[in-house]
């Protein structure tokens, strides 16, 4: 009798035991997933060793090398340059499994030693991919360069954003001028990922303010007195925006990843409202376009959703592990088609 009651005493002390720790992970989980729970400056990420965890759409983790540089699986090669928003800097899953990380293991599966360098980072737009060029091409000497983009990165309201790292100015004759909010000087030219000097952009307070919000979804900002968010002539902006990026990359190969919107209604994934984009990018011919829908929706028919989190709505907001798959192999068979005709 004795026997059998210290076995049910540690019965219950077991039980207990699992009892108390599944509640530990579980509010653990709950806390990530509602608060970001690690967010380095910026500082920290540009001198880089630093994590980042993510727990407010899906679920992230971060570790930055120098220069804000997101990690990917290798080292070593040539340079391959990715540029992006919020979609490309992947905050909602682990850096592993982005769409930068995806394509370069196929890449060296496929027998290229290829280094993906990501440098995205959210609510980013055309202005900032052009006033980081001189020091991409400086510092890394890309074989070739990835921009994932969307019309609104080139005609929204974010381009004239004075508060962001790199904005548009436009006089009464629509002629654009680059600027930038910091006068010192934003790139080395050393290839070096413990390099300390190196550093992409200088944000305000209410910069980070804006970026936050416009990765909600929300658009705070305010068009600076003068610029209208949508100009009348959006060929000819479109026309000089291109322009200034070839004058930056040179004759780089650049492969321009289009991301595709959602439509509720019919529940497909469409480029319709991107094709303006494509009648500049079609002009070069080192310039290449990856579309999107086409694979997005192929995988809806198969059941696999592409956008969305467990958190979130449905086929809302960013990639989600999925979507970056596709992405990234997509990417990998374009960069792997570009590099064997040169």
């Known amino acids: 009798m004795r026997n059998k009651t210290q076995r049910l005493s540690l019965l219950m002390y077991i039980l207990k035991a699992i009892g108390w720790t599944v509640l530990f992970l579980f509010l653990t989980e709950a806390f990530v997933r509602l608060f970001i729970v690690s967010s380095p400056s910026l500082t920290g990420k540009s001198e880089g060793g630093v994590v980042e965890i993510y727990g407010l759409e899906g679920y992230g983790i971060i570790y930055y090398r120098a220069n804000m540089e997101i990690a990917t699986p290798y080292t070593g090669g040539e340079n391959i340059v990715v540029l992006g928003d919020s979609f490309t800097q992947a905050r909602h899953i682990p850096f592993w499994k982005n769409y930068s990380s995806i394509a370069e293991r196929e890449l060296r599966s496929s027998g290229y030693k290829i280094d993906v360098r990501n440098f995205g980072y959210m609510a980013s737009a055309i202005p900032y991919y052009i006033g980081l060029g001189p020091g991409i091409m400086a510092t890394y000497h890309p074989t070739l360069v990835v921009i994932q983009v969307t019309y609104d990165d080139c005609i929204g309201t974010r381009i004239f954003n004075k508060t962001a790292p790199f904005f548009f100015n436009r006089s009464s004759d629509g002629n654009i001028t680059l600027k930038h909010s910091d006068t010192s000087e934003l790139f080395v030219k050393s290839d070096s990922r413990k390099n300390r000097g190196f550093s992409f952009l200088t944000f305000s307070s209410s910069s980070i303010l804006n970026l936050i919000a416009i990765q909600k979804g929300q658009d705070p900002t305010n068009t600076p007195t003068g610029q209208t968010a949508l100009p009348e002539n959006i060929p000819g902006l479109l026309k000089q925006e291109f322009s200034k990026l070839r004058s930056v990359y040179g004759n780089t190969q650049i492969v321009f990843i289009i991301r595709p919107e959602f ?18 990018i079609e002009i070069y011919p080192e310039w290449h376009i990856m579309y999107l829908d086409t694979p997005f929706n192929t995988a809806l028919q198969q059941g696999v959703m592409p956008t969305g989190f467990g958190n979130t709505k449905p086929l809302s907001g960013h990639w989600n592990i999925n979507g970056q798959k596709i992405v990234g192999e997509y990417l990998a068979e374009k960069i792997s088609e570009i590099l064997n005709t040169q």
């Open 263 to 280: 439509n509720k209604s019919t529940s497909r994934f469409y480029i319709e409202n991107q094709k303006i984009l494509s009648k500049n």
